[in-house]
């Protein structure tokens, strides 16, 4: 099924369905200001998955940003951070209150570690400052699925290259685990969303259908705790 049949059918069977990166470019796009100090973490290759323009253009809005991995070939090849460093996010080389937003999209679920790594967020954060995660949810069909499946058939499913699938741990990615660690670590006024995506079974149109349906179905009140992912914030 060709992309244009996929968006008929996802308007025919989940009308306001939109992929979860585009909420997550707004929620950006609403905080980041002339003099943010920025830190993208786990930032990869890029900024916005298959939205290279819009985060050029958040990049080029903020006053400083800087892009931390510990993919050196990923960050030599970063559509829009020019500063970037290799590190470990459990020891992050800045110094504390750097950063007025950290960032971490789609990086909290390959965490071995998180506590550590959500106390070096606060550390280099000003007071006052913003974090913003987004990351799977543990409860989501997709995930559920993902943890049995081997790493071939998730590439096979979300067309992605060998390079961008990492081991996934989820030690932190449900909203209660997440806010017990984020208040531990020092964090305040955490919100989260639960958020539906885009069908990842575009190739067929049955099993494409089967699925927008049961994401149909996660839109409601009553199905939001299976939503594929979440869309945090807190405040130093």
Request: hydrophobic letters at 45%; charged letters at 20%.
């Amino acid at each position: 099924m060709d992309y244009p049949g996929y968006l008929a059918l996802r308007k025919s069977l989940a009308p306001g369905l939109r992929y979860n990166q585009q909420h997550y470019s707004e929620v950006l796009d609403a905080t980041i200001t002339p003099a943010t100090l920025w830190l993208d973490a786990g930032c990869g290759h890029l900024v916005i998955p298959h939205y290279p323009h819009i985060g050029q253009g958040l990049v080029a809005r903020a006053r400083r940003v800087v892009g931390v991995d510990l993919d050196e070939r990923a960050l030599r090849h970063h559509e829009a951070i020019a500063k970037v460093v290799v590190t470990d996010l459990e020891a992050l080389p800045f110094k504390d209150e750097s950063f007025t937003l950290v960032t971490a999209n789609m990086v909290v679920e390959h965490l071995a570690r998180p506590a550590p790594v959500f106390s070096e967020f606060a550390r280099v954060l000003t007071r006052g400052g913003q974090l913003l995660l987004h990351t799977p949810n543990a409860w989501s069909y997709f995930v559920l699925v993902a943890r049995f499946l081997p790493d071939a058939v998730i590439r096979w499913l979300d067309e992605r290259p060998p390079e961008d699938i990492f081991p996934a741990h989820y030690r932190a990615n449900t909203p209660r685990r997440l806010t017990r660690l984020l208040g531990a670590a020092g964090f305040q006024k955490i919100t989260y969303r639960l958020l539906s995506s885009d069908a990842i079974l575009q190739r067929s149109w049955l099993l494409c259908a089967v699925e927008l349906f049961w994401i149909r179905a996660t839109m409601t009140r009553l199905g939001k705790i299976f939503r594929v992912s979440m869309l945090v914030t807190a405040s130093r």
